[in-house]
């Protein structure tokens, strides 16, 4: 028998300012592994594919500082991984160019981190980014000394977006136009 999956939903929506609310933007940045591999196209694809609409994009080579305040001050990650993986993580982050990327979708954070999938890509599942482009796990990389290469990283909630996409582009950097998706993906 076919058991319906739950979904969490939204309360009501009647308005077009309650459901315009429901866009968001968020921040994806291909890590130095996606640059390197020269996989950015075939990933890229995948949001696309989806209908999330492109709204800023710009390759860049940032210094400590801006990770320290992306990981840390934004995302508290020394609070949650602890200061080893920490350090680890801004030296992968540290090694080479990266394309950051703000995507524009319906509940487009959630979606983004849906298609990306965990950070261990020996847990993430086939289909994700990280489980069909990657197996490492934590143990190797942890015994390695090294952030575990997962290829991309994706804003974990709307709060983060917004201030993640501050931290990274201009007002002026973010593009406003209509996809002609829009009529059926709207
Ligand atoms: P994300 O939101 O899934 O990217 O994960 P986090 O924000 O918690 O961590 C940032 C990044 O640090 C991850 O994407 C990994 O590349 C790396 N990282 C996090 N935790 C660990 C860990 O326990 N060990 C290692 N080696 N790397 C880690
Ligand atoms: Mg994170």
Redesign the pocket.
Known sequence: MATEKKVKRVGKIDTPEEYEALIQRSLVVFKPDSVQRGIVGEILSRFERVGLKIVAAKMVNPDRDHYYTH?EKI?K?VT??GEV?FN??LD?MSSGPVLAMVFEGIEAVALIRKIVG??EPKAADMGTVRGDYSHMS?GY??AKH???P?LL?AS?DPDEAEQEIQHWFRPEEIQSYSALSEKFLR
């Open positions: 990981y995302g990650m949650r991984r993986a680890q993580n992968y965990p950070t934590f990389a942890d090294i952030g575990i997962n990283h974990g």
